[in-house]
Nanobody, 120 residues
């Protein structure tokens, strides 16, 4: 099984930058995609950015052009570089890995979340 550990959340002023990390460990799980989700005070968890195993990326409209998702395979880590942060980016950010196990059954694994607070 795969475990995900997020880090990098912090308090930052509007216009600032932050880099989140999602480190994966374990076995028995072929990851097809890793996505970053966020949950704000509205209690909705929404997709922010996603990267697939072949390197393709997609972003929520609200963050496109400001956020960049990338993978550092040597460390089994996915990063979310967040620039030009806005107060509405505030939330609890979760890393999600989706893929298949040895029997090709679809699975999803969530990290514990890391808090990002953007002040105005």
């Amino acid at each position: 099984q795969v475990q995900l550990v997020e880090s990098g959340g912090d308090l930052v002023q509007a216009g600032g930058s932050l880099r989140l990390s999602c480190a994966a460990s374990g076995s028995g799980f072929r990851i097809n995609a890793i996505g970053w989700y966020r949950q704000n005070s509205g209690n909705q968890r929404e997709l922010v950015a996603q990267i697939t195993s072949d390197g393709r990326t997609n972003y929520a409209t609200s963050v496109e052009g400001r956020f960049t998702i990338s993978a550092y395979n040597a460390k089994n880590t996915v990063y979310l570089q967040m620039n030009s942060l806005k107060p509405e980016d505030t939330g609890l950010y979760y890393c999600n890995a989706s893929g298949t196990d040895s029997l090709f059954r679809y699975l999803e694994v969530w990290g514990q979340g890391t808090l990002v607070t953007v002040s105005s």
